[in-house]
């Protein structure tokens, strides 16, 4: 009788692979909610631009009325900003984040079938609840649930996708304005809205959230999701030692706040928040069809010729990601701001000139060339700076003071730039950019200070140093 043969174990994965596949599976998921809440950021502030043309002779609307319309949504996300941040630690990270969804769906579906200008104001507005509050509440949501190796890159990407959703709008456009559909260009916002609200109840809160309630099991559950079985306890010890930290700090942050050089810090991030919006970015973003069509060129050519001021600023953006640690903060905001002045410059001249197909393509080729430097350096550098320059007391507050203004100045832009254009006309109006760049430029060859290669726990000392010297 022949002996037995051992048995094989069967082929198949271990479980260390069947976890990674797990956790390849969750960032996935992660990064779905990065690419919706930043895609409807980014829909919803750049499908006005072509909804609008058709919104003016449906309502016969005046340039007061274009303004009030398009700014409604930014206040409402001045606002929501505030509230959002506030929110997000009461109710939870991923909660706060269903809340903007079913406003996002709400406010889409209202904006969409508006029946006169009051109503599509105040829709507006509510529109933009959801989206400063998923401005503040989406990174925070990556920043805390992603692992370490990943989390720089994956909160990056969502500023890659607040770009590619206003692309997206440009393209939809586009495509709608051969049928004036503007009410669906609008609508279509709800789509993707419910896929993250639909998206989110299959993911978990963060484990830093779980932690600040006390709920350490269902924050080990969490890690275990992104990281080695072993590796769980030391990461909620961190987070453990993370939140005492913070919650000191905020104990003393209106303390701090008393320091000169905190103080002079302050006010430097707000003077780097209103430059962002003073040099005309958001004019173009919103506004891009209507100066294009008075150089001449007709809506619907108009529309699509805005496409390639959507593809720009994703390319621009990206390749300012790839730059900003290798080139540093400060030469990264003066090149720009240098190449934005020339570009607003040529392009306040070029609408001196009759109007002709060949300068209503000169104007778009300048507005992509002003819009490829803004996006790959004043848009890059300022948010990053914001992020780092603080001292931890402070980070929190000053970084909320600083994006409140930022959107408090898109607001007066957007309200503003309309009547500028029947006022002055728009060369004079670029032309007004262009000496804000200068100003500007100024300002940040003066005050901003240079972040690159300091550990965020060394900065406190060189920019006190800064400040002091």
Not at 123 to 129: E, I, K, P, S
Request: hydrophobic residues 55%; contains cysteine; charged residues 15%.
């Amino acid at each position: 009788m022949a002996a037995p043969t051992s048995r094989l174990a069967p082929a198949g994965p271990t479980a260390a692979a069947r976890s990674a596949r797990g956790a390849r599976r969750f960032l996935v998921a992660i990064a779905a909610v990065a690419a919706l809440g930043g895609a409807l950021f980014g829909y919803d502030t750049g499908v006005i631009s072509g909804a609008l043309p058709f919104m003016e002779d449906h309502f016969g609307l005046t340039s007061l009325g274009e303004g009030v319309i398009t700014s409604a949504l930014l206040i409402g996300a001045a606002f929501g900003s505030l509230l959002g941040g506030r929110m997000s630690d009461a109710l939870g990270r991923r909660n706060s984040l269903l809340w903007a969804g079913a406003v996002f769906i709400g406010g889409a579906l209202a904006v969409a079938l508006s029946p006169g200008v009051a109503v599509m104001t105040v829709a507006r507005f509510v529109l933009g609840l959801a989206v400063g509050s998923a401005s503040v509440i989406t990174p925070l949501y990556l920043s805390e649930i992603a692992p370490p190796h990943i989390r720089g890159r994956l909160v990056s990407f969502n500023s890659l996708m607040i770009v590619s959703g206003q692309l997206l709008a440009y393209l939809i456009n586009a495509v709608l304005a051969h049928w004036a559909a503007w009410r669906w260009m609008l609508g279509l916002a709800a789509l993707p809205a419910v896929a993250l609200f639909a998206g989110l109840f299959f993911l978990p809160d963060t484990p830093r959230w779980y932690v600040s309630k006390g709920r350490r099991d269902e924050a080990a559950r969490v890690l275990g999701r992104t990281l080695p079985a072993g590796d769980v306890p030391a990461e909620l010890a961190r987070i453990d030692q993370a939140r005492t930290l913070e919650d000191d700090a905020r104990r003393g942050a209106w303390q701090e706040l008393r320091t000169p050089w905190v103080r002079r810090l302050l006010l430097v991030g707000i003077g780097l928040a209103a430059v962002q919006q003073i040099t005309g970015v958001n004019a173009v973003v919103y506004f891009a069809p209507k100066i294009l069509a008075s150089t001449g060129l007709g809506t619907g050519d108009s529309i699509t010729a805005t496409i390639a001021v959507g593809v720009v600023s994703v390319v621009a953006t990206a390749v300012g990601m790839s730059l900003i640690d290798r080139v540093g903060r400060r030469p990264m905001l003066l090149s720009g701001l240098a190449g934005m002045t020339v570009s607003l410059a040529l392009l306040g001249a070029a609408f001196r000139l009759p109007h002709s197909t060949a300068v209503s393509f000169l104007v778009l080729g300048l507005m992509v060339l002003y819009m490829a430097f803004m996006q790959a350096t004043l848009n890059t550098g300022v948010w990053l700076l914001l992020a780092e320059m603080f001292p931890l007391r402070v980070r929190g507050l000053a970084m909320g003071a600083a994006v409140f203004v930022m959107w408090l100045v898109n607001f007066g832009v957007a309200l503003a730039f309309p009547l500028l254009l029947d006022a002055v006309g728009a060369g004079t109006t670029f032309w007004f950019f262009g000496v804000m760049c200068v100003v500007s430029l100024v300002f940040c060859r003066r005050f901003a200070p240079e972040t690159k290669g300091l550990a965020l726990e060394d900065l406190e000392d060189e920019l006190r140093k800064v400040a002091y010297g």
